[in-house]
């Protein structure tokens, strides 16, 4: 960071003071093919508040962007919204540049940093347990905080600054990549982002996100902008993103098939590929996604709006094949909500794929609409006619939600 470089302001007093990570390909397993950024906030007031902070390897970043704005040493507050070491990774150097601070946060906020930081001089740290509608005032501005347990950890918080109504909402909202800019209007393809991000990091938690909408609801406050912990800050529109994980919550889907698979020696790719047939001879959408040619992030983005998946996987060693059973394990975890499924496979002798993999569709909440079909070996021109009128079927299905 060169002496020249801009300030990024939100708004008079309120500064963006993350980090980028261009670098990052693989968040805990979550594909990031345009790296992503930590935004932590420093809100300068007669007292000076820090929101947040970075992953640990960009401490330095950090400080030296707050540097530029004011002396780290009149930091008074410290905010974590959130355990997780992506944003709380720079407490430590945080607090051992000003050891004075007070920092706030959730009871299971401080639950979570002193088994993270115990070796880091947790104990020695002054923090205040804050709730919903807590405040904290800094002189012209007023923090007040909102509690948002399990979206996505126990400890998760927002923090809305009441005279500029903006809201600091951590992980909700964000999205994994890294840019230049810093705000929505800005850049494009911002909403796809989101929706993959959604898709892979909150889908579990849609109910908790339909509460969660109601408090803010009912506090009654006004939002000009969302300012989130990865990604762009939604400057233009906010409302926008709000509507939209109101929308992905309550499993909005639109009409398409995906069709979803993996294949040793060909024959179930040939069955896909019937099904796919299928499908498109009546008009419906439908997407061919092979599990080990496409990233898992990227297929969870397609099923957060598709209502029927089919699940294609060859028999091997009397059960499913691995590459389709870490993709259910994965879907299992996320368990989206309303979604319909049927499964298809090849096998050689006594089978077993087609079994294991409706069982772990169920236990992810699919509800399976036909019995699976399987084939011997190579599917003849009778088998793969069953699967393309198993497309047909499925499409029907679409065509009638
Ligand atoms: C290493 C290996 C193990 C297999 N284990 C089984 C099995 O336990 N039971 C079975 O019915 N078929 C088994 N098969 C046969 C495959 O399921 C069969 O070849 C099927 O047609 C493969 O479909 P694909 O072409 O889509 O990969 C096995 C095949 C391989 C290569
Ligand atoms: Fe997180
Ligand atoms: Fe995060």
């Known amino acids: 960071m060169g002496e020249n470089s801009e300030r990024i302001t939100l708004t008079k007093g309120v500064y963006w003071v993350g980090a980028i990570d261009w670098n990052l390909r693989d968040f805990h397993g979550y594909v990031t093919p345009r790296g992503t950024t930590y935004n932590a906030y420093l809100i300068v007031d007669e007292k000076v508040a820090l929101v947040d902070t970075v992953n640990a390897e960009f401490a330095g970043e950090m400080m030296e962007r707050i540097r530029q704005i004011i002396d780290p040493a009149k930091?008074?507050?410290?905010?974590?919204?959130?355990?997780?070491?992506?944003?709380?990774?720079?407490?430590?150097?945080?607090?051992?540049?000003?050891?004075?601070?007070?920092?706030?946060?959730?009871?299971?906020?401080?639950?979570?940093?002193?088994?993270?930081?115990?070796?880091?001089g947790f104990d020695r740290w002054d923090f205040e347990i804050v709730e919903t509608g807590s405040e904290l005032n800094l002189g012209t501005k007023t923090l007040m905080f909102i509690e948002a347990a399990m979206l996505h950890w126990p400890d998760s918080m927002h923090t809305y600054i009441k005279e500029d109504k903006i809201l600091l909402s951590n992980?909700?909202?964000?999205?994994?990549?890294?840019?230049?800019?810093?705000?929505?209007?800005?850049?494009?393809?911002?909403?796809?982002?989101?929706?993959?991000?959604?898709?892979?990091?909150?889908?579990?938690?849609?109910?908790?996100?339909?509460?969660?909408?109601?408090?803010?609801?009912?506090?009654?406050?006004?939002?000009?902008?969302?300012?989130?912990?990865?990604?762009?800050?939604?400057?233009?529109?906010?409302?926008?993103?709000?509507?939209?994980?109101?929308?992905?919550?309550?499993?909005?889907?639109?009409p398409k098939v995906l069709v979803i698979y993996d294949t040793m020696w060909g024959s179930t790719h040939m069955m896909a590929r019937s099904i796919v047939e299928g499908v498109t001879s009546t008009g419906v959408d439908v997407k061919l996604i092979n599990i080990r040619k496409n990233d898992l992030s990227k297929i969870i983005k397609e099923i957060l709006d598709a209502p029927v998946v089919l699940v294609g996987s060859p028999t091997l060693n009397n059960g499913m094949f691995p590459s389709v059973g870490e993709f259910l394990t994965y879907l299992k975890g996320l368990h989206p909500a309303g979604k319909k499924a049927a499964v298809f496979g090849s096998y050689g002798w006594g089978g077993g794929a087609v079994k294991a993999v409706e069982k772990e569709l169920e236990a992810a909440g699919f509800e399976l609409i036909e019995p699976g079909f399987q084939v011997r070996y190579r599917p003849d021109k009778e088998g793969l006619e069953k699967c393309r009128m198993m497309g047909e079927r499925v499409a029907a299905v679409v065509k009638a939600m």
């Open 75 to 120: 930091i008074d507050y410290v905010v974590a919204n959130h355990v997780e070491m992506d944003h709380s990774g720079s407490l430590p150097a945080v607090m051992e540049a000003i050891p004075g601070a007070k920092i706030y946060g959730t009871r299971q906020c401080k639950n979570g940093l002193s088994q993270y930081y115990h070796a880091h």
């Open 171 to 254: 992980d909700a909202f964000g999205q994994h990549v890294a840019t230049s800019n810093r705000f929505n209007d800005e850049v494009d393809d911002v909403m796809e982002d989101a929706a993959e991000y959604y898709a892979n990091i909150l889908m579990p938690f849609g109910k908790v996100i339909l509460k969660y909408v109601g408090t803010v609801g009912e506090l009654g406050i006004g939002i000009d902008m969302i300012a989130p912990c990865h990604g762009i800050i939604w400057r233009k529109d906010p409302g926008q993103i709000i509507e939209a994980y109101g929308r992905w919550a309550s499993g909005e889907n639109i």
